[in-house]
């Protein structure tokens, strides 16, 4: 198992099990915005000084102008928004019927230029969820983990 591979032409290969083990970081700027989650109640975005674009999730170089953002380049914005699209599913990722059908909607953040994922809660599935502003609903911070999973869901923001 830890013969080198050194002749791209002769692959090697093992009969039996194997345990693959993986660790997938959030890098540097992800590890920041989840630890923020855990604490607060807001969303952390970095600001571009080059060409002012405010990052949502927040990153460490600016995607548009390849600016690398500084530590005074970051912001805490509300954990709210505006529904962009949306959709109704009602089929899980098993492809089995879902007992409750889900409201899965793709988030303009305000205050920044990006979106995010999330679930709207809601009693009305056949209304247009368009333009709706919304904000999100957090778990207890004691029970939080540091990841999306930290946001339960989105309801409308009256
Ligand atoms: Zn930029």
Redesign the pocket.
Known sequence: MLEKQTDPTSPMHWRGDMQADYMYTNGVAGDRFFRHLMEKDTFLATK??????V?FPARLY??????EISESDWLEVPATGTVRVFTVATINAHGKKMEEPKIIALIDIDKTDGALLGIIKTKDLKRDFCGVKVKAVFKPKEKREGTLKDILYFEEKI
């Open positions: 571009c000084k080059k060409c002012g674009k990052l600016c995607e548009d102008c390849f600016q």
